[in-house]
């Protein structure tokens, strides 16, 4: 096929022109896909390798769209990390799937600005129905009210930024110096991030114990919270998180919700990845007492098979949202601001891409009974890769799997020197990873650096799985033998 656009006037693309390039942009997408698990997971470069390939000016001259597309082979694909690989088992997936692009492209078509009802209310409608339809998929609470930002980090921020609005209504502004918040060791750093932007002092980001199970221990949440009151300091805010980033641990959201209620705190949860596991009845219980909650955070983006970004924040007093963040300028006043829902008015940006397009994409091709289906054998997966794990007298386990996430590290003649396993296992890491043909991320628990096998991505199957288990012990294999000689 030509792809040239040698007519290139004044204006846009010609409609030929777009059609034209259009299907071979959609076969290549096709063709990507299709060939993801010959390419290596990870790009074997080093930084500055693909920018020295670019040029370091803007072109003058129009250049033709075949030559970009040439480019995206020749300079952007060797520097690519493959998030939609089956064998991406790192941090947490995000993987992109053919109904979603099509809302993302749609999106990108339409190029509303969802600011205000009258900018789009076609945008901010859909997004209303769609974010609900999570909430029941869910089980959340019907008083969830829900809006969408970017990513979690940015919901979370909302989040916080309202407790803090509710203690400057309740306590006074003067007084934000005093105003502490509550995470377990275990949080995500966008918690701490969050609070440090809503400008709460770096001292009163409190961190709270966990148990064995790298669960918040709610007796520690009560004494420090306690003795943080008899220090004149004014406890704010705790964020429990329903599966942690490390692994996957899920906070006593009941019993911290108690301390919440007594102590007048507000309650956020995180739920950024694994909340969406609450669509299988089996598995509702990862959310038992979040009804009790102020705010609750998940991302579609993580394991919704939705391409990045979107992340939903629910709260249950919008009101607080709004007068935390509501500026309206005369330019921005509408007829319809008595009786419709103005996004502007519930967070920081004013500009709204159609985000929601994506999500309805998704959820109508993949239905509640679609998502369950990948979840469970996600879970039986991961689960069938654990037994290896436990069986497998080289490794051993390092912390529970309530979700679809493995933590293990090596452990070979079963020796016990922190040093020496913890650079044992990093070695083993970077020897996996530069197969190219998975990707696996570390993270330390009691100072033991462990590997972590992440079960979320559309297209991993069990083959893969066992690959990665046969990828793990070959190169841990190399490695001893390596030492030996
Ligand atoms: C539990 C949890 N919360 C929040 C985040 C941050 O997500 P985002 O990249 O959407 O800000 C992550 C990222 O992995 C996470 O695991």
């Known amino acids: 096929m030509s792809l040239t656009s040698d007519n290139f006037s004044i204006g846009d693309l010609s409609s030929d022109e777009f059609k034209k390039n259009g299907k071979y942009l959609i076969d290549w997408i096709a063709g990507y896909f299709e060939s993801l698990e010959d390419k290596p997971v990870i790009p074997q470069i080093k930084p500055g390798n693909i920018k020295s390939k670019l040029p370091e000016t803007p072109p003058f001259k129009s250049e033709s769209l075949e030559k970009i597309f040439k480019d995206v082979d020749e300079i952007i694909m060797p520097g690519m990390t493959h998030w939609n690989h089956p064998g991406f088992m790192a941090y947490f997936n995000s993987t992109s799937t053919g109904p979603a692009i099509f809302g993302e492209l749609l999106s990108a078509a339409f190029n509303i600005n969802g600011m205000l009802w009258q900018s789009c209310p076609a945008s901010v409608e859909l997004e209303k129905v769609v974010i609900d339809w999570v909430r029941q998929m869910l089980n959340l609470h019907e008083n969830f009210w829900g809006t969408s930002y970017d990513t979690a980090s940015v919901s979370s921020f909302h989040a916080i930024a309202s407790a803090r609005q509710l203690a400057y209504e309740k306590y006074g502004e003067d007084k934000l110096d005093k105003f502490v918040v509550y995470s377990s060791e275990h949080a995500h750093s966008s918690i701490d991030k969050a609070a440090i932007a809503a400008g709460f002092r770096k001292q009163n980001i409190k961190k709270v114990e966990v148990d064995d199970d790298f669960r918040m221990s709610p007796n520690f949440l009560k004494q420090l919270v306690e003795e943080d009151k008899n220090k004149g300091l004014i406890p704010v805010c705790v964020t429990a998180t329903v599966g942690t980033t490390s692994t996957t641990s899920i906070d006593p959201v009941e019993e911290i919700s108690k301390i919440c209620e007594e102590n007048g705190l507000w309650l956020h949860v995180d739920a950024a990845h694994g909340g969406v596991l609450a669509m299988l009845p089996e598995k509702s219980y990862i959310l038992e007492g979040c009804e009790k909650a102020d705010s609750f955070v998940v991302n579609p983006h993580k394991w919704m098979f939705v391409p990045i970004d979107i992340s939903l924040l629910f709260v249950k007093k919008p009101e607080i949202l709004k007068r935390a963040f509501t500026l309206i300028p005369e330019y921005l006043k509408t007829e319809h601001d008595d009786e419709a829902e103005n996004p502007m008015d519930y967070g920081i940006q004013l500009g709204r891409r159609f985000r929601a397009l994506k999500l309805w994409f998704a959820i109508r091709f993949f239905g509640t009974e679609g998502y369950r289906k990948i979840y469970r054998e996600h879970i039986r997966i991961a689960l069938l890769f654990r037994e290896w794990i436990i069986q497998d007298e080289n490794f051993e386990l390092a912390a529970p799997t309530p979700m679809s996430t493995v933590c293990f590290r090596a452990v070979p003649g079963k020796s016990q020197d922190m040093d020496e396993l913890n650079s044992?296992?990093?070695?083993?890491?970077?020897?996996?990873?530069?197969?190219?043909?998975?990707?696996?991320?570390?993270?330390?628990?009691?100072?033991?650096?462990?590997?972590?096998?992440?079960?979320?991505?559309?297209?991993?199957?069990?083959?893969?799985?066992?690959?990665?288990?046969?990828?793990?012990?070959?190169?841990?294999?190399?490695?001893?033998?390596?030492?030996?000689?």
């Open 424 to 485: 044992l296992n990093k070695e083993l890491i970077s020897k996996i990873n530069s197969s190219g043909k998975i990707f696996l991320t570390h993270t330390k628990l009691n100072e033991k650096f462990v590997v972590r096998l992440v079960v979320s991505g559309i297209r991993t199957y069990e083959s893969h799985v066992r690959m990665a288990y046969d990828i793990i012990k070959k190169s841990l294999q190399e490695i001893m033998k390596e030492k030996e000689s």
